[in-house]
């Protein structure tokens, strides 16, 4: 007798042998025992995870004949339960809906339909990828559906639902089968490579298991083949070899190149996985998941179910995500699904691949926005305009960045520092030449809109209740921030600040309601980014009412020219310090009312 291969073999004959659809089965099994089988199913899901099995156990259990009934499981015995298994039943018509997907074929099927079964209870219809069936073929085939002869039963297999009309798939009961989990595939194939006498390593199951990628067919396919070229016993490395998947430890190698900014050690790495013939696509999409794995370690700890590796691969996980961030790991993992993705209809697939791990490796040395802008509003004081300022292009941070920094090669600038230092230093030699220096009491600051009202009668209030040296330009900075919230900052302009400590207490005349309907979440954000920047300290707003009106003093013109003004304003200084930012235009929105 011919060899014949473990899918076909370990089959499921029964409901209770199908592995990870139990919310199909156990419905079936209950519409059999109630009697209210349908006259249509459609099946759909991943390849190679039961449902042409599900089928045929359904076509047994309406037709077996050990009893004068459909039975929940069949008995796999009788006469018609093996011609079904044999797949030569004369009542149980199996079509290929690929190759008969014409309506010729589909109208002699609704004629052979309204003839009774030769000998069973029912004649019924499998019809595998029907999703293939054309359009005027389902036309043909909706009338038989819609009322169907009692003994017809029609069963659909498909890996496309959406492409079957949804005039078919309203009369039929729709089951979508789940991709079979990790744990379920690996139990299965330690029970039949015991069954078959295979020696194998339980890490050699996991990575079958994980190329089964869901299907229990394909990985019982892959298991073949690799009992096939092994000699004696099942490793690892043999199975690596066979599906062509590069070592996990070459993974956290590259990821650990990554975190150190290395782009040689990156397309060497990438170079000898080439060189010894791995294939680019494949080596992307090992990326991808070991990433996927990584955030899930990152965000829920390696022991967590989500990870559906081995102990081995668990812990090289875990070990890669303690050297980055979430952040970090989420936009790595986003930039190799892209490159992934473009590799499938590259010419050049080796180019696109570097490309991937190289932006990975420029990543490192961005910073979120919002975290930069923090910065530059919470930074204390200003460093002398002639001490240098380190670069945000190779920031240190407690992301696992350090590490990077101690294998900087001596002598290299930052591109970003080389550019604010070529962008500051002229501007700044020529408006300190320009601008007399502006003391910080007198500085009259930005007054934009309705931060006009930012009185002498507030400023004189701060400057009682501050510490000695803090500024007394913070309504002005707070009020400025705030030019967009015009209600927001004529009620604050008419009230009374103090500063308590770390605490900026400003008690205005209106209601709690009003205060509360007024001050949302994105102008307190504001007005404390900007108390905080005023102050050089973290400072909490606190707005209450109680408080008098006071009456608005007259509008003062502002001393100096606009950009003296400007250069003196604490946001604008901050922006200069952080980023190299320069003047160009400066426009006073005062003028065109």
Known sequence: MSYQVLARKYRPQKFSEVIGQEHVTQTLKNAIQQGRTAHGYIFSGHRGIGKTTVARILAMSL????????????????ESCTEIRAGNSVDVIEIDAATNRGIDEIRELREAARYRPARDRSKIYILDEA???????????????????????????????????????????????????????????????????????????????????????DALSILDQAIASCEGRLTAESVRQLVGAAPSGVLEEVMQAVSRGSSEDVLRLVDNLLREGHNPTHFARQVVRFLRNAVVAKVAGSESPLLQISADERTRVARVAELFGEEDLTRHLQIMLRAHSELGYKPEQRFHLELGLLKMVHAQRLLPIEQLLSEAGAQPAAAPRGSPTPSPARPISDRGRSARESTARPGQVSPFAADSARKGSPKQESSADSTPAVGRQSMPGVVMGAAAPAAAPVREQIRNSAA??????????????????????????????????????????????????????????????????????????????????????????????????????????????????????????????
């Not at 006498?197 to 990575?207: C, E, P, V, Y």
């Open 131 to 217: 999703h293939q069936i054309t359009d005027a073929a389902f036309n043909a085939l909706l009338k038989t559906l819609e009322e169907p002869p009692g003994h017809v039963v029609f069963m659909l297999a498909t890996t496309q639902p959406e492409d079957i009309p949804q005039t078919i798939r309203s009369r039929c009961q729709h089951f979508s089968f789940r991709a079979v989990r990790f744990e379920q595939i690996l139990r299965q194939l330690k029970q039949l490579a015991g069954r078959e006498n295979i020696a194998a390593d339980d890490d050699a199951l996991a990575l079958l298991a994980e190329a089964g990628d869901g299907s229990m067919r």
């Open 468 to 593: 000695p040296g803090e500024a007394p330009d913070l309504p002005s900075a707070v009020l400025n921030a705030l030019a967009d919230h015009r209600v927001l900052v004529s009620m604050l302009a008419a009230g009374e600040w103090k500063v308590e400590g770390n605490e900026l207490v400003i008690k205005v005349a209106e209601p709690a309601t009003v205060i509360d309907m007024s001050l949302g979440a994105d102008a307190r954000r504001i007005a404390t980014s900007a108390a905080t920047g005023a102050l050089g300290r973290p400072i909490k707003l606190k707005v209450v009412s109680g408080g008098t009106r006071q009456a608005p003093p007259p509008r003062e013109m502002p001393n100096g020219t606009g950009r003296g003004r400007a250069e003196q304003d604490p946001i604008v200084r901050r922006m200069k310090e952080k980023f190299g930012a320069e003047i160009r235009t400066i426009i006073d929105y005062r003028e065109k009312r």
């Open 63 to 78: 037709n077996c004949r050990s009893t004068d009934h459909p039975v929940p499981e069949p008995c796999g015995v009788c």
